[in-house]
Antibody, heavy 123, light 110 residues
Framework: QLQLQESGPGLVKPSETLSLTCTVS??????????WGWVRQPPGKGREWVAS???????FYNPSLRSRVTISVDTSKNQFSLELSSVTAADTAIYYC???????????????WGQGTLVTVSS | QSVLTQPASVSGSPGQSITISCTGS?????????VSWYQQHPGKAPKLMIF???DRPSGVPHRFSGSKSGNTASLTISGLQAEDEAEYFC??????????FGGGTKVTVL
């Protein structure tokens, strides 16, 4: 059974870079035709898709975050990562790692999800 | 504000049926069949309940069903049970933003 677990600092200073890692267990990140992604939820607000990377290495970014976000895969560690630069208080959120089902560019569903990790942007 | 609109809360008694709506536009729900629904209990990871408008993943009870009409998708829980008390949110593929989500609906079992 595929499981995802987020890790990273819970507090990031404004203007710095937020870096999160998702560890995949239950399968090899490189042996299956899986895609990977991130979704976030600011306090008291709805969810927002952040980024995805397909099994072929194609990357997809939320247009509103495109200039600041990078998603990547580390097959040697069975992990994938998110970097969000120049953060502000508006980037404070619970960040979830997810496995999206991607058909060409269409993201049809997300399963499974990690438990989520709260990242606060504050000095 | 979320792109997809859901009611903040819905309630029902055990055994009753409830329906949660998720309203979007022609750029997402209205044109594509890629609507999914998720259940999230407090402190837990979200769980996929419905995908591609009306398909159920293996293991999801048959009392959960999905449908779509125009720009609005719906999740119906028939025979409501105490363990169904949770937050439910919808998602859709979007030709504008790739992925959009609803704000979430809290379901209370009276």
């Amino acid at each position: 059974q595929l499981q995802l677990q987020e890790s990273g600092p819970g507090l990031v200073k404004p203007s710095e870079t937020l870096s999160l890692t998702c560890t995949v267990s239950g399968d090899s990140i490189s042996s299956s035709a899986y895609s990977w992604g991130w979704v976030r939820q600011p306090p008291g607000k709805g969810r927002e898709w952040v980024a995805s990377i397909s099994y072929s290495g194609s990357t997809f970014y939320n247009p509103s975050l495109r200039s600041r976000v990078t998603i990547s895969v580390d097959t040697s560690k069975n992990q994938f990562s998110l970097e969000l630069s120049s953060v502000t208080a508006a980037d404070t959120a619970i960040y979830y790692c997810v496995r999206p089902n991607i058909l060409s560019v269409v993201h049809s569903w997300f399963d499974p999800w990690g438990q989520g990790t709260l990242v606060t942007v504050s000095s | 504000q979320s792109v997809l609109t859901q009611p903040a809360s819905v309630s029902g008694s055990p055994g009753q049926s409830i329906t949660i709506s998720c309203t979007g536009s022609i750029s997402d729900i209205g044109y594509y069949k890629y609507v999914s629904w998720y259940q999230q209990h407090p402190g837990k990871a979200p769980k996929l309940m419905i995908f591609d408008v009306s398909d159920r993943p293996s293991g999801v009870p048959h009392r959960f069903s999905g449908s779509k009409s125009g720009n609005t998708a719906s999740l119906t829980i028939s025979g409501l049970q105490a363990e169904d008390e949770a937050e439910y949110f919808c998602s859709s593929y979007s030709s504008v933003a790739l992925v959009v989500f609803g704000g979430g609906t809290k379901v209370t079992v009276l």
